[in-house]
């Protein structure tokens, strides 16, 4: 793979570009989101995540084409879906999935019935008595990925503050995912650009023979 300094600099600075306008936008979209009442934070971060969880997958196929036909999968069911994709190609770990899958269950219970509007985390988690799916839900918002400070501001909001344990797992989700976007499309561009200097290579020396 031939790649000049120059292009080396410059595939490493449009990067850096996109990546420190992508974290922006997201920073700022994560910073009103904690502002939310919790159905529209249900609703915002579903469709936040299902939007990456496409772009994660597009960028690991390598075919535009298909973004469309991809965009019409629902991110989870029982059947066909964008988590089952997302797991074939390795795309997200057994943690991010767990709990993509946990908060679209909460979507889809609260989304279509008007009543539902008023839901609150702290009454979903006082509904949840058995002890094993109490600590289920901690499990699926404690990853190993997690930096220290993550994870103790998690546990330690858990069950008493379960909205702000969200948002720092979802947080975890959106900057994790902006990374692997940014190294995918720095690697296809680094790509590009060597397979055309190979090939004006190959052409000035056949123009020589």
């Known amino acids: 793979m031939f790649l000049t300094k120059d292009q080396i600099h410059t595939v490493l600075n449009e990067s850096y570009e996109n990546a420190k306008n992508e974290i922006l936008e997201k920073s700022k979209f994560l910073t009103k989101l904690l502002l939310d009442d919790d159905w529209s934070f249900v609703i915002k971060s ?10 994660l997958i597009i960028n690991e196929i390598d075919e535009v084409e298909l973004k469309k036909v991809i965009e019409r999968i629902p991110l989870h069911n029982e059947t066909v879906s964008k988590m089952e994709i997302a797991k074939i190609y390795n795309i997200l770990s057994i943690e991010e999935r767990g709990f993509i899958i946990s908060l679209t269950e909460i979507r889809n219970k609260i989304v279509h019935k008007y009543e539902n509007i008023n839901f609150s985390f702290e009454t979903h988690i006082n509904e949840i008595i058995d002890k094993n799916r109490r600590r289920r839900w901690r499990e699926i918002h404690l990853w190993e990925s997690m930096d220290k400070e993550t994870k103790d501001e998690i546990e330690k909001n858990i069950y008493t503050n379960p909205k702000l344990a969200v948002w720092l797992a979802l947080s975890t989700f959106i900057y994790n995912s902006l990374e692997r976007i940014t190294i995918t499309k720095s690697e296809k561009r680094t790509k590009e650009i060597a397979t055309k200097n190979s090939k004006t290579i190959v052409d000035d020396w056949l123009s020589k023979e």
């Open 46 to 55: 579903h469709s936040l995540i299902e939007s990456l969880v496409t772009e």
